[in-house]
């Protein structure tokens, strides 16, 4: 079994990387790859609960990131320092995340099998 890495470093909004890199963390599970997300930068403000993009032409990532529990994805990453620059709290995001400090992704990239950068 292949261990997947998907890196998510933009914004939920203006582009379909958030759909996308969800979509392949999906798939690969659905294959029985051990998946996991690491979510870095501006990818951050993907996890933040309570979202309400209505008038905007994409759909919360919320409802999607909900299904990750459904595929077995239990290892969901986020960068701890990132987080506080944008003044958040793991309390305001949508998802339970592991938080690594920026210089323990190294070791996070060096156990992955195959990355995915969205």
Known sequence: ???????NTRPPYGSTATKDALDVALVCASYDQNTSLLFLG????????????EDLPQKNPENMLQALDMYDIKHVFACE???KER????????????????NTIGE??????RIFNF
Do not use: H, N
Request: charge should be negative; proline fraction near 2%.
């Open 1 to 7: 079994m292949s261990r997947i890495g998907i890196i």
């Open 42 to 53: 501006d990818g951050i403000y993907q996890l933040i609960k309570g979202q309400s993009p």
């Open 81 to 83: 320092e990132d987080l």
């Open 87 to 102: 003044g958040l709290q793991a309390c305001d995001l949508t998802l339970s995340v592991a938080l690594l400090q920026r």
């Open 108 to 113: 996070w990239l060096a156990q992955q099998d």
